[in-house]
């Protein structure tokens, strides 16, 4: 049986793999964006900006299932608010969100944005589903090639992540959105948990690079959050197979 499904963040990391993998299913997708874009290879485009509001209900007519990808550095709460109203005024069926491991735990601004997401999700009344996931092997490369940069490579000490692969996380949020409105659902990690050192070496060796490295300490609380391991999932998670050095291999080899 076909739905329609709207996407926020449709072009985004997870959007370019999660779209066609709904696309594939034989479901009608729709991809929210701000600016007007031509229907392409079968999915179509509805105009709306999510931090105004202006646009959204009528993004929302007829969608049965509405994944929300969409996000940034800031203002993720205020958009998912909005996004959330006009969802629930359009008799949505379906809202499905992506957050990120330790955003109850880590006090940060940003994972406060996405606490306060989670948060309007859940208290909607619209049938929800909200999967965290760690940091997706793409966002640690950006972090490891902008440290990569300076003259000498900061490592900060105690800081640990378990990098995922932005494929397999797609994949399940595909198939949550054609499931059942599941709550929060089982956190999705990679297969290792890796300092920043072990996240640098295999990429400098890669690009035939030597950085020295150079310890330093995230300050406050987020500090403290993160040398307890707050952004980590150890237990009860499920767990992505590909590993960091194969994802490496596969976009610098």
């Not at 709460?77 to 109203?85: G, K, P, S």
């Not at 378990?162 to 994949?171: C, F, G, H, I, L």
């Amino acid at each position: 049986m076909t739905s329609s499904i709207l996407v926020t963040g449709g072009t985004g990391t997870l959007g370019g793999h999660v779209v066609p993998l709904l696309h594939a299913a034989g479901h009608e997708v729709r991809i929210l964006s701000r600016n007007a874009r031509p229907a392409e290879d079968g999915i179509g485009y509805v105009t709306g900006d999510l931090l105004k509001g202006e646009g959204v209900e009528a993004a929302l007519d007829g969608a049965e299932t509405v994944l929300h990808l969409a996000g940034g550095p800031k203002g993720d709460d205020e958009a998912t608010r909005n996004l959330v109203r006009a969802a629930s005024r359009a008799g949505v069926g379906h809202l499905v969100y992506i957050s990120v491991i330790g955003a109850d735990r880590v006090p940060l601004a940003w994972m406060r944005t996405k606490r306060e997401s989670e948060r309007a999700v859940a208290d909607s009344g619209i049938p929800w589903t909200t999967l965290r996931a760690a940091q997706l092997h793409d966002l640690a490369l950006t972090m490891v090639e902008k440290m990569a940069k300076l003259p000498v490579f900061p490592v900060p000490g105690g800081l640990r992540l378990q990098p995922v692969d932005s494929r397999e996380v797609a994949a399940r949020l595909a198939e949550l959105a054609l499931g059942a409105p599941s709550g929060l659902v089982p956190d999705l990690t990679g297969p290792h948990v890796h300092g920043l050192a072990d996240l640098a070496r295999p990429y400098l060796r890669l690009r035939g690079r030597r950085r020295p490295m150079l310890p330093v300490r995230i300050p406050g609380k987020a500090g403290r959050a993160y040398r307890a391991g707050a952004n980590l999932t150890l237990r009860g998670a499920e767990v992505g197979k590909r590993t960091w050095e194969e994802f490496l291999a596969e976009r610098l080899g």
